[in-house]
């Protein structure tokens, strides 16, 4: 009892907010650096350096191999050491300053605006790969950053999806009953008794498997979306059922209002917080769910760059064990569910505790 | 008992209708195994057309899946085209070996979760709460992924575990206390990575379950009445939250499962999550519905057995409102 009640004074109730509003500026910022791209990224997602497959993280210098310190940073450039595997050596007479807002490959912003200025870069013929390179010896680094435009922003459509099929689905259950009620909710259960990568996987098994790299990602989008959308569809309903009950909807009836405006006005309001904690849950699972699709060969096509696409090669042991940074593309994903999780949980309590 | 049969009848209906669903998607699929094979110069058009005659695949919809109910009926799954065996056959073999790894793993983290849950409920807020807390999160925030691809690196670094598969190759040469433990050693990894992925959602529920429970008014007269607080613990808070932790558990075999396919693809551990993989690959229906049918009634004799133990446990669930 007592810590219900303090969970619920004013200056809780002040921290929760801020809260709230930390996590959302974190991912508000992270998708507009997804959105700016290209300008982050030093390179071209799909620019090969075949001369330079795996390279190791390049490592940023200050102080010069006579022990002088510079107040520019820089690189040196990279020799292929003999021997099967892939190492480099820095040649230290090498030298590539790095340097801020320089002009580089074109790329455009969102499509429509052209651009060929990169937050930064190193004087040619030097290269700086961030976070290493893969077998082609693309920029990790770059990779990811447009690798974040598909994989964040899957998740998002798809949740929309989901919550707009589960609202309408939901609200109809919960408002007309009867035998609407029981149709919706039985073919909800239909899709509450597969496990869901398993469901997502025999649908994935009825679509076509090579396609285009745009038609990958409407399709994934449908398939995560419309996969998920019996749970939210339960919620609604049922806080529309409750909601029906009460004395506001009951006396906008007796005044003459209709089915239509009732369930606009009165009943579809409530049923917000739900839909905004449900997408605070579902927006990370289906992010997981892109990237083990992708990872599997079954979801975004090479040579377009997605977190799971990239990250797939590590299922050959010998990529796993001997390049690290080919994991980056899974480790940005742990700061990503952690915010996510906190946002859930920060939804979640007031409602709960106020109930 | 009425209630039972109730519920076994809804299962019923239930599996019903999954197979019909995933019937009628996977044959609304472009294309199936045998079309695939006209892209091979190698197979003539009559031999595809005498193919399809002979699967029946040149059939009306309705009319497949009634003979497919049948011979489901008669416990044939039906026929895998790539693997040239039938699912039953097929499924089987795999089905297994993945019930073995998810229970494993699904013992393995409620041994963990039980102590751990009750222990942070019982010193709430203090500092092992707090790691605690700090853990689950982390381990939430950790893709399905990563865990299985960490515990490898650690295999193929320490060179102490056999990395894929589940026995070696002399397996069948091995004496019995040397099959165990190449089981054992084979299985140990991928058993901690698929525990290690449900661990912190059981943590998080069991802490919340015993905190509502200590929170009921019965507990607070337990305590006025000055019984130990250990004796709370064990005897009352326990049981109070019983009811919402045995619901987790039938459901939490859903994403076991899920997270199982997952773990056994990236550990080549020879369940069920290659082969569906394979044969969404090879456009093998049969062999995906085949999988689904059984992760579907593995789930449901989950949420089945989770209410007949409530039933057992929790009076209040006899009294029907």
Do not use: C
Not at chain 1, 36 to 44: Q, T, V
Not at chain 2, 88 to 105: C, K, Q, W
Not at chain 2, 135 to 151: E, H, R
Not at chain 2, 246 to 254: E, M
């Amino acid at each position: 009892m007592r810590h219900i009640d303090r969970q619920l004074d004013a200056p809780y109730l002040m921290r929760h907010k801020r809260t709230i509003r930390w996590l959302v500026g974190f991912l508000l910022l992270l998708h507009l650096a997804a959105l700016l791209a290209g300008f982050l990224a030093p390179y071209s997602p799909t620019a090969q350096n075949r001369e330079f497959p795996y390279a190791a993280p390049t490592r940023i210098h200050f102080v010069d191999a006579s022990g002088h310190f510079h107040l520019r940073p820089f690189v040196y450039g990279m020799e292929q050491s003999s021997g099967d595997r892939q190492i480099y050596t820095a040649d230290s007479a090498n030298v590539h300053s790095l340097r801020f807002l320089v002009r580089g490959e074109g790329y455009s912003l969102a499509g429509w605006w052209k651009s060929n200025l990169h937050l930064f870069g190193v004087d040619a013929p030097g290269k700086v790969f961030l976070l290493g390179t893969d077998a082609y010896g693309r920029d990790q680094f770059s990779r990811l950053w447009f690798g974040s435009q598909i994989s964040l922003v899957t998740p998002l459509v798809a949740t929309v999806i989901s919550l707009g099929m589960g609202v309408t689905l939901g609200a109809m259950a919960g408002f007309w009953g009867g035998w609407v009620d029981e149709v919706i909710m039985r073919i909800a259960e239909l899709f509450l008794a597969i496990p869901w990568l398993y469901l997502l996987f025999a649908v994935r098994a009825a679509l076509p498997l090579s396609i285009s790299p745009v038609g990958a990602f409407l399709l994934l989008v449908t398939l995560i979306g419309t996969v998920g959308w019996a749970r939210p569809a339960r919620l609604i309903r049922s806080v529309v059922l409750t909601t029906r009950q009460q004395d506001f909807v009951l006396s906008a009836r007796a005044a003459g209002a209709s089915s239509g405006s009732i369930l606009r006005q009165h009943i579809l309001p409530q049923t917000w917080g739900v839909v905004v904690t449900q997408a605070a849950i579902l927006i990370p699972q289906y992010l997981l769910a892109e990237v083990t699709l992708s990872f599997l060969g079954i979801g975004v096509p090479e040579p377009t760059p997605s977190w799971g696409n990239m990250a797939g090669s590590v299922q050959q042991y010998s990529i796993l064990t001997s390049y690290w940074w080919m994991l980056a593309p899974v480790m940005v994903i742990i700061p990503v569910m952690y915010v996510y999780d906190r946002l859930a949980a920060a939804l979640h309590e007031p409602v709960k505790s106020s109930a | 008992m009425a209630y039972l049969v109730r519920r076994l009848l809804h299962t019923l209906f239930l599996l019903m209708g999954v197979s019909m669903l995933s019937f009628l998607f996977l044959q609304l699929a472009p294309g199936d195994y045998v079309s695939e094979m006209l892209l091979n110069p190698q197979v003539s058009p009559q031999t595809i057309a005498a193919m399809r005659t002979q699967y029946g695949l040149d059939r009306p919809l309705p009319v497949r899946y009634f003979d497919w109910v049948k011979a489901v009926a008669h416990g044939d799954l039906g026929y895998s085209f790539a693997y040239n065996l039938p699912v039953a056959s097929l499924l089987g073999a795999r089905a297994r070996n993945t019930l073995f790894l998810t229970i494993s793993a699904a013992v393995l983290a409620w041994l963990l979760a039980l102590p751990l849950g009750v222990l942070a409920a019982e010193q709430r807020g203090g500092w092992y709460d707090w790691v605690l807390g700090m853990g689950t999160s982390t381990l939430l925030s950790t893709p399905d992924l990563l865990l299985p691809l960490v515990l490898l690196i650690f295999a193929v670094r320490s060179g102490r575990f056999p990395v894929g598969g589940m026995t070696s190759l002399d397996y069948s040469d091995l004496s019995a206390a040397g099959k165990l433990h190449d089981l054992v050693s084979h299985a140990a990894l991928p058993v901690i990575a698929l525990a290690l992925t449900t661990l912190p959602v059981l943590v998080r529920h069991v802490r919340a379950s015993v905190l509502d429970a200590m929170a009921t008014p019965s507990l607070l007269t337990a305590r006025a009445y000055g019984i130990r607080k250990n004796g709370i613990l064990l005897r009352h808070t326990l049981r109070l939250a019983a009811n919402p932790i045995i619901t987790l558990g039938g459901l939490s075999i859903a994403t076991l499962l899920s997270s199982s396919l997952l773990v056994e693809v990236i550990m080549s551990w020879p369940g069920l999550g290659p082969m569906l993989l394979e044969a969404i690959l090879g456009r093998d229906f049969y062999v995906v519905i085949g999988a689904v049918m059984f992760s579907t009634v593995l789930l449901t004799l989950g949420n089945l057995t989770a209410d007949a133990l409530l039933y057992v446990v929790d009076p209040r669930t006899r009294v029907r409102p």
